[in-house]
């Protein structure tokens, strides 16, 4: 078995001759928690869209899971739980309705998991989602993502909108959690306390390029060093 969960060579995306992602080459162990670091527009999205297929790149490669991020993105989408920086779900409906209309796609669902985070999060589960808080509609994604039962879960800019109750609610999920059954987390941030609160290894991005990538532990001592 690969023992990457994500492994990208010379990925690159341009948009009207300007360099969105250049060439990146990113590695991210399976079971690990890697925090994908850099400033709003540095790229995280563009590339997290291309890890699953939803965006096509101009150059370079991608596989995820295993599997190529071309050709085999159906699969990929099949085996990950993503929950996109940009929310949006069906405004007429219930979380609880929604929860039963997802658990039928994924053999992996967990209700019981539904019950544990829409407690933990406290979500109004009866009330229809065009009238949630945009917190609380992030809390729904998140609880969607969480109990799928996904190989790897792919969360952009995850604590948008969140309070920071919540925020350390899902910290610890994630650290905790999801680790205990082999679940692959990649989540993206720009801020880089929480990367350092839970992630194990770090990519960090600007203007497009991948400036540093490793485990946090490295990069921590590195700059003590440097520091010192």
Same mark, same amino acid.
């Given at each position: ?59 370079? !490669? ?6 190529? =991020? +071309?050709?085999?993105? %159906?699969?990929?989408? @099949? *085996?990950?739980?993503?929950? #996109? ?24 669902? !967990? ?6 985070? =829409? +407690?933990?999060?406290? %979500?109004?589960?009866? @009330? *229809?989602?065009?009238?949630? #808080? ?95």
């Amino acid at each position: 078995m690969n023992e990457l969960a994500i492994d990208t060579k010379d990925l690159a995306k341009t948009y009207a001759g300007i360099h969105a992602v250049s060439g990146i080459n990113l590695t991210v162990p399976r079971g690990s928690i890697y925090g994908f670091l850099g400033r709003n527009g540095a790229g995280k999205t563009t590339t997290i869209k291309m890890l699953l297929g939803l965006v096509r790149p101009t150059a370079g !490669s991608a596989r995820v899971l295993g599997m190529d =991020a +071309r050709g085999e993105h %159906i699969a990929i989408l @099949q *085996r990950t739980a993503f929950v #996109s920086e940009k929310k949006t779900l069906y405004p007429s409906l219930t979380p609880s309705e929604v929860v039963r209309f997802s658990r039928g796609f994924y053999p992996t669902w !967990s209700d019981s998991a539904v019950e544990k985070y =829409a +407690r933990l999060f406290e %979500i109004p589960m009866k @009330q *229809r989602f065009e009238q949630l #808080s945009n917190g609380n509609q992030t809390k729904v994604w998140l609880l969607l993502a969480l109990c799928q039962g996904a190989d790897l879960l792919i969360l952009d800019e995850p604590t948008t909108a969140l309070d920071p109750i919540t925020v350390d609610q899902l910290m610890h999920v994630l650290a905790e959690d999801a680790p205990d059954r082999g679940c692959t987390i990649f989540f993206s941030s720009h801020q880089l306390e929480e990367v350092e609160r839970i992630a194990e290894y770090a990519g960090f991005i600007d203007q497009g390029k991948l400036l540093m990538e490793a485990r946090l532990d490295d990069i921590k001592s590195e700059f003590l060093l440097i520091t010192a």
